[in-house]
């Protein structure tokens, strides 16, 4: 078979069986092609204003997914100091809309008895985005791709 000939096939069969087994062609591509929306920073700090200090999670992160962000859902989990992963009670939510290609930092306030002030880290998922556009979702699929871990363990 010529080589003309092969570089033209190989292509068409590329494409076909792409439109068969979709899973596998997507499969390769890159995390950040997989998450419309990218965390770039988190710090768990304490606010001491009022006299008692509360935890504070802020968040920077940037919509990469070329669509009018609505929403964003995020998971905390916190380390403590062995290791061990404790889920944070219930999610944080973003509700501010975000455009194509811009940053944001969000601040939340958390729940003093949630958070351990002796913790090792903290990891930070995005679980679902909303786009603007007809209310289309971006869930994720369980694999939690999209996130941002800080640990504080020695290495």
């Known amino acids: 078979m010529n080589r003309g000939l092969l570089n033209t096939i190989f292509p ?4 076909v069986f792409c439109g068969v087994f979709g899973n596998a062609c997507t499969a390769a591509e890159s995390p950040a092609q997989k998450c419309p929306v990218v965390i770039d ?11 008692q200090s509360k ?5 920077s992160f940037g919509n990469a997914g070329g669509r009018r962000v609505a929403t964003v ?5 916190l380390l403590n100091s062995s290791g061990d992963l404790q ?4 999610d944080l939510a ?5 455009d194509p290609d ?42 939690e791709t ?7 363990h020695a290495r």
């Open 102 to 143: 811009k940053k944001r930092v969000f601040i939340w306030e958390l729940a003093p008895e949630s958070v351990d002030i002796h913790r090792a880290g903290e990891i930070v998922v995005i679980k679902k985005v909303g786009f603007d556009d007809a209310g289309s979702v971006w869930t994720d699929d369980g694999s």
């Open 55 to 59: 935890p504070e999670l802020k968040v």
């Open 146 to 152: 999209c996130k941002l871990t800080v640990d504080y």
């Open 87 to 90: 889920t944070y009670p219930e």
């Open 12 to 15: 068409l069969w590329v494409l």
């Open 41 to 51: 920073r988190i710090d768990l700090t304490y606010s001491h204003q009022g006299g």
């Open 73 to 77: 859902l995020f998971s905390l989990s």
């Open 94 to 98: 973003y509700r501010d809309g975000l």
